[in-house]
């Protein structure tokens, strides 16, 4: 479900992104946005009177999907501004998805937005797809959606709840050559790969969507690898067999603890007097 090879930068960490690779290989996660975009536009309280208001996609990535997909759909809007915590994502996107409505700025999801309030002010509708699910501080990340929303703003995010990936990410940072690589894959791991079923993942979500201010009009369940930029050719082809021997050892479905699932949610700042009435 993570599809499309992501890095750390330089700003963010050790590693770098691979932009190019990653626009090169995002159809999936593409087709998955457009469902749930598909799905909830019409449901934003604000869906026809949005020439006065500012939207924001948070982990834009290469910014395809943000000028391609996401502003077609909100033509009236008077601003997107597009944030990735990557700068070589945010320079490919200015270099090739470039639109008068779309300003590209660097923001980290996990950190103190009150700057970057600031400067844009706050936001009528936030967007994020497949973001999340990089981030280890999730809870904070919601949060900070909260900070950014105008009162009574909304939000769309979809992100994968549990993958497989993950665990082969672990397995992989088992063996010696690639120990040196296993604090990037656990930081790029979230807590809800840990819970054991749908029930506990729902109850984890809603419960960091509560504590961020947020009411949650829908929230439903419906791979990539963090350090391949950073590997020689040789470390490369090591990989890829390490990879392929553990894959086939998954004979059966029983080899996860679940399921592939990604999370579909809708939600809508609290406003001041229903915070104070509840």
Not at 51 to 80: A, K, V, Y
Not at 115 to 133: A, L, P
Not at 228 to 256: G, I, Q, Y
């Amino acid at each position: 479900m993570d599809n499309g090879p992501r890095m750390m930068t330089k700003r963010s960490g050790n590693l770098r992104y691979n932009s190019r690779l990653y626009a090169d290989n995002d159809q999936l996660q593409r087709a998955l946005n457009l469902k749930a975009v598909d799905l909830l536009h019409m449901a934003f309280a604000s869906a026809d009177d949005t020439e006065n208001q500012q939207f924001l996609d948070i982990g834009c990535g290469t910014g395809d999907f943000t000028r391609d997909w996401l502003l077609p759909r909100c033509p009236t809007c008077r601003r997107f501004v597009a944030v990735d915590a990557s700068e070589e994502m945010l320079s490919y996107a200015r270099a090739n998805n470039a639109h008068p409505k779309i300003h590209y700025d660097y923001l980290d999801a996990q950190g103190d937005v009150m700057d970057f309030v600031k400067e844009y002010g706050r936001f009528n509708r936030i967007y994020s797809f497949f973001c999340f699910n990089w981030l280890k501080d999730q809870a904070k990340a919601m949060s900070n959606v909260s900070q950014l929303l105008t009162p009574s703003g909304e939000c769309v995010l979809v992100f994968p709840a549990w993958s497989p990936t993950r665990e082969l990410w672990r397995q992989i940072a088992q063996l010696d050559r690639w120990k040196k690589f296993s604090k990037v894959f656990e930081d790029f791991t979230p807590k809800s790969q840990d819970l054991e079923d749908d029930k506990a993942r729902l109850s984890y979500l809603r419960g960091i969507i509560d504590s961020a201010g947020l009411t949650a009009n829908t929230y439903i369940q419906l791979s990539v690898n963090p350090v391949a930029s950073a590997l020689s050719p040789e470390e490369t082809e090591l990989l890829r067999k390490d990879v392929t021997n553990l894959v086939l050892k998954w004979t059966s479905d029983s080899a996860f603890s679940s399921r592939p699932c990604v999370y579909l949610v809708h939600a809508r700042k609290q406003d001041e007097c229903t915070t104070k009435a509840g």
